[in-house]
């Protein structure tokens, strides 16, 4: 297999690129602002009667089986929490945002959506509780930047990776991509706080540095489940844990094989919210 000295030329200026919406931008800064409250999260959402709809039909779809109907948005706070909130108008948002893409990669755009939500989700699973640790559910929803720039500037492409028999690295290697440096830099553009470019970064290679933040080992491991669960961001799976990682959050291998197993048992409710988030 040959392999490229050089990785794709990526134009930032140009008007393809994805970009973040106003009102996501808003929300993940939110999101890290403890003290955000919820009159003011729920303006922020009902600026957008469609995103609020979404979020309605979120948080009464099957994923939390309630047994009663929640029909505002500040109601959905008190039940569901802001946090919670948050993260599920973020995630509408995105998805109407970016499977706006061509029929010609439809069918692959909404395999990488639901392997970040599956990321951000399993994410979720690993947080620790700390208020000054950034959210999990949002850094896993935005860890794979770089294949939305592949998506959008290189649709052709994207899609021909999606149904290479070979790992990740291999098609990477043979084409001239780097998806976690095209991650990084697109964080940066749409000015994002540092852990959003880091888990973009290094989401594959979390101990490459001497110094590595929690939340990158949780970002990792969950990028590793959403792939044994069967939602691989593109292509088949060949994603690897690194054991590090683990040993990093004091886990163990008998642990990550019993989430393995319980993350395997989601895909219902996954797709579940899937289904109210683009519906």
């Known amino acids: 297999m040959q392999i ?11 008007e393809t690129l994805p970009t973040l919406p106003t009102i996501a931008h808003k929300l993940i800064f939110a999101a890290g602002d403890g003290e955000a409250g919820v ?10 009667p469609s995103l609020a709809l979404k979020v309605l039909k979120a948080a009464n779809s099957a994923f939390y089986a309630l047994n009663l109907e929640i029909t505002s948005i500040k109601h959905a706070t008190v039940l569901l929490g802001m946090d919670e909130v948050k ?12 499977m706006s893409v061509s029929k010609e990669v439809a ?9 970040l939500l ?37 649709p052709d492409i994207f899609k021909k990776i999606a149904h290479w028999e ?8 043979a084409l001239g991509i780097d998806h976690q440096l095209w991650g990084a830099k697109l964080a940066e553009q749409w ?14 290679y979390p101990c490459r540095e001497l110094a590595s933040p929690p939340y990158l080992f949780q970002i990792h491991i969950a990028n590793y489940l959403a792939n044994k669960s069967g939602y691989t961001a593109i292509g088949p799976d060949s ?6 990682a683990l040993k990093g959050l004091g886990l163990d291998e008998e642990t990550i094989i019993e989430m393995e197993q319980a993350c395997q048992n989601d895909a219902e409710r996954i797709e579940s919210l899937w289904r109210a988030m683009t519906g």
């Open 4 to 14: 490229k000295e050089e990785i794709l030329g990526i134009n930032w200026e140009s």
């Open 39 to 48: 009159s003011e999260i729920s303006k922020i959402i009902e600026q957008d």
């Open 87 to 98: 993260r599920l108008a973020i995630g509408a948002l995105l998805s109407s945002s970016f």
């Open 107 to 115: 069918k692959e755009a909404e395999g990488l959506w639901k392997h």
């Open 118 to 154: 599956a990321t951000a989700l399993f994410a979720q699973d690993l947080q620790q509780g700390s208020e000054q640790d950034p959210d999990l559910y949002t850094l896993g929803l935005l860890h794979d930047l770089g294949w939305l720039v592949l998506m959008f500037e290189y």
């Open 166 to 173: 070979m790992t990740l690295s291999q098609a990477e290697n």
């Open 191 to 204: 000015e994002l706080p540092e852990p959003f470019q880091i888990v973009n970064f290094r989401h594959h």
């Open 239 to 244: 994603t690897s844990l690194d054991l590090r």
